[in-house]
């Protein structure tokens, strides 16, 4: 289940005794410009450009935390961060003159929309349960990936979402090759290299979509390591193209490394629409269970 402001707030937000506050926000943003999600120095980042908005907020330096740290050119509609902002700066949060009816936080997403430039924006803020990580408290991911296949590629008004795809694509042969990798599994051969990092992950959904020249693939995991969604994307695409036949995305499950056989597919047809969470008495003991090392039986 997904967690709204309903489920997790808690009481006032001050009055924590001195301490952190943790506030989640509900992001969204165009990834076209931004060198993916996490601070990079000298680079224009998601997390970068938010940071020192909130920062100029609070007056304090504060950082957020990711549910996922999207890659150069990849989207969201659906990202969620928290945010520990010291309790005696939350005070600069709040206006002079609240307006009746407005949510704790509301007038602060209000203030963000100033700040921000337009292709980033915080949807939602709000106070953050007992034991919520952005990151580890996640049950699954959600994403998609969408591609045309017209004539002419993509209609102007899309093109900094849609991947242009110059050949047919067989759907039903990726849909058959999708199968294959469900479960939970190494995904060496599709995620680039981070030592000392797992690449086991529950891959719970894989499956296609096709309306004309459109064609989205929807991706479901309990998480995902580096690239790992174009990597699948691109193996699969392969497949669509009759260069693969569908049982060789099983083979490359045997992998210890990132696969060479085939290219991640481009960043921008794929977005991250949806993060879920367990309900807020569930949420220490999902991070503890994220936290251990996994292995595949």
Known sequence: MTTSPSDVSDGPAIGNGGGPVRLRA???YDGTDFAGWAAQAGQRTVAGVLDEALS???RTPVRLRAAGRTDAGVHATGQVAHVDVPADALSHAY???????DSEFLPLVRRLGRFLPPDVRVLDIFRAPAGFDARFSALRRHYTYRLSTAPYGVEPQDARYVTAWPRPLDVDAMAVASRHLLGLRDFAAFCRHREGATTIRDLQRLNWSREGDRITAHVTADAFCWSMVRSLVGALL?????RREPDWCATLLQAERRSSEFAAA?????TLVGIDYPPKDQLEARTRVTRDLRVVD
């Open 26 to 28: 509900d992001i969204a």
């Open 56 to 58: 100029t907020v609070f």
């Open 95 to 101: 206006p002079r003159a609240p307006r009746q009816g």
């Open 238 to 242: 392969a497949v669509g193209e009759h």
């Open 266 to 270: 481009p960043p921008q047809g794929l």
